[in-house]
């Protein structure tokens, strides 16, 4: 089973439309993430404001996703945006359970395996967030959480359904700091993620699902992470402002320089 490296970018609160416009006809000039995508799949994901502006001016090898979705179809829920709303604004991707979203918003693991379903209904690929932070390191808690958090992630989901999804392994401690851990220490929990999603949905859903390493990644350090066996890519913060770093990673992730 080849699994295709991925390599998303998550804006978090930063860009607006206009900037985001910027950083899309900057990344046209860069032809390293043109080359690259012919075997790495590409994904930025703005602020909901920047969404439309993104999806019509991205090259076409590069998707757009949104940071999160509401579990609800519609209704009475100022502020919330949903999975068909984002569908219809060009989205292929939603990231649920973000450790920002979980931490300051209140975001439970019940909430993220609801948002994870109402993605895949309306065609969206679900990027699931786990992770621990320094408290359940240093507690020796890691594999205990991350796998807490994915059962109850793919709880609502179809072994198919998994094997189409994407998990982010993201401790929280290395999110923003500067900090990661060695490739092999993140391989080992996203070896130990794939082992819990065979026991719950089937080896073949472990086999295809996709999982990707985030946390203080940029051009530097993202090919060492990506040449991990079981690591398909990254979800990249920050080093994905920028067009020309956010190409520099994906040509590294390609095996290019
Ligand atoms: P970072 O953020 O790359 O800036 O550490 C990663 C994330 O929060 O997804």
Redesign the pocket.
Known sequence: MTRRKLLIG?W?MFKTATEARAFAAGLNTESGAKQAAASVDLAVCPPFTAISALADALPEYVKVGAQNVYFEEQGAFTGEISAAMLADNGVTFA?VG???RRTLFGETDEAVGKKAVVAVKHGLTPVI?VGENLAERDANQTAEVVARQTRAAIAGLSSEQVAASVV?Y?PVW?????RTPEPEDAEAVIDGIRKVISEEKGSAAAKSVRILY?????PENIAAFGAQPNIDG???????LEASSFARMATALSGGN
């Open positions: 998550n978090k990231i973000h450790s920002e967030c982010a993201e290395a999110i923003g700091s500067g985030g946390g203080s990644v940029k990254a979800l990249v913060g920050g080093a994905s």
